[in-house]
């Protein structure tokens, strides 16, 4: 149906099984009508018990994919979008496809592609960009698996301009997959932003809260000394702070958090007095389900990464990372620092 390769890829396997259904019902036409030639009368009772095991197996698989492919072609759409012009908008100069939230944007579009094979859905949902009018993304929980925090899933909600709520992306979100839906999400949104420069982000009760944890700065050559407010401050260029903020977004570290499906957005903001503000934005009605956000965050921070490195200097959250770590302070009195992020 699609020209478009990532398409193509994303329901390759839909695909494949269809093509073996259909090789596997021919195998058994061939076989059962082997046996009613004269000359194998002897093998007759054999070849048609084989025949109608490949023909109940091929036409199960057969058929259970062409309907998942009839799924797979319909588009839910608000003004009448077919997949073949979803289809031609795919192979434009102006496209980008989102691999893990399944999401494509063109110069006229945005398309969700929805290919869940362990829940048996499949389908698109496409929107013009003029009918949209808020989109964001949130871990949602996976009630399949008992909502348990370390399981979930990302889904990305587009409220449209007939004022309903529509999933474009649905996904089973963990490993490689969590670590990268954030990202994905702010390029969604900057691509829908390019056409409509004030479309908002988040529902419309959302709310926020902020929260502020210390950090300091580590110079190369002084092991036994570090830096904090605003001396701290004072070390870091704005490309430092605004990387350690982007790191701390794109990690997704609210995904542990056991009602983090009433959480949006999460942002960071390193400030001149020593202290990283943190802004929680959330889902209004929610307010009672992140009375302890406040708690997993400052134990959140108590573990976050191993600092983040930068030439002659080093950002972190907790002193105490620093104090028990002799082999870390040997290693900066005598190499000093990368130019890597850890």
């Known amino acids: 149906m699609y020209e478009n390769k990532n398409v193509k890829q994303l329901y390759g396997f839909q695909f494949g099984l269809m093509v073996v259904g259909e090789f596997i019902t021919l195998l058994a036409i061939i076989?059962?009508?082997?046996?009613?030639?004269p000359t194998n009368q002897e093998n007759k009772s054999l070849l048609l018990v084989v025949g109608g095991l490949f023909a109940a197996a091929g036409f199960m698989l057969l058929g259970v994919n062409l309907y998942q492919?009839?799924?797979?072609?319909?588009?839910?759409?608000?003004?009448?979008?077919t997949s073949k012009e979803i289809d031609i908008e795919s192979r434009g100069d102006d496209t980008e496809w989102f691999e893990n939230t399944h999401v494509l944007t063109t110069e006229n579009m945005i398309v969700g592609f929805t290919s869940d094979i362990g829940n048996r859905k499949f389908g698109q949902t496409a929107f013009r960009?003029?009918?949209?009018?808020?989109?964001?993304?949130y871990n949602a929980k996976h009630k399949e698996l008992g909502g348990?925090?370390?399981?979930g899933r990302y889904r990305i909600v587009v409220i449209a301009s007939d004022d309903k709520e529509y999933t474009l992306s649905d996904i089973?979100?963990?490993?490689?997959?969590?670590?990268?839906?954030?990202?994905e999400m702010n390029g969604i949104y900057e691509e829908c932003k390019k056409r409509i420069p004030e479309l908002p982000y988040g529902p419309e009760n959302m709310k926020s809260r902020k929260?502020?944890?210390?950090?300091y700065v580590l110079m190369a050559g002084e092991p036994d000394h570090w830096y904090?407010?605003?001396?701290?401050?004072?070390?870091?260029?704005?490309?430092?702070?605004?990387?350690?903020a982007e790191s701390f977004e794109a990690d997704n570290l609210i995904y542990g958090y056991s009602d983090k499906d009433a959480i949006v957005k999460t942002s960071m903001e390193l400030l001149s007095d020593g202290n990283a503000e943190v802004t929680i934005s959330y889902f209004g009605d929610r307010e009672e389900d992140i009375s302890d956000l406040g708690s997993y965050l400052e134990e959140l921070f108590g573990?976050?990464?191993n600092g983040f490195e930068y030439d002659d200097r080093m950002v972190f959250f907790q002193k105490e990372w620093i104090k028990d770590s002799k082999a870390k302070k040997s290693r900066i009195k005598n190499i000093g620092f990368g130019n890597i992020r850890s």
């Open 31 to 37: 076989l059962i009508v082997t046996a009613f030639i």
């Open 69 to 81: 492919m009839y799924l797979i072609g319909r588009v839910e759409s608000l003004s009448g979008i």
């Open 129 to 137: 960009y003029n009918e949209l009018k808020r989109i964001y993304g």
């Open 148 to 151: 348990l925090p370390s399981k």
């Open 172 to 183: 089973q979100s963990n490993g490689y997959v969590n670590a990268n839906v954030i990202e």
């Open 211 to 215: 929260y502020t944890f210390p950090y």
């Open 228 to 244: 904090e407010g605003g001396d701290a401050a004072l070390l870091l260029s704005d490309d430092i702070r605004k990387d350690v």
């Open 303 to 305: 573990v976050w990464g």
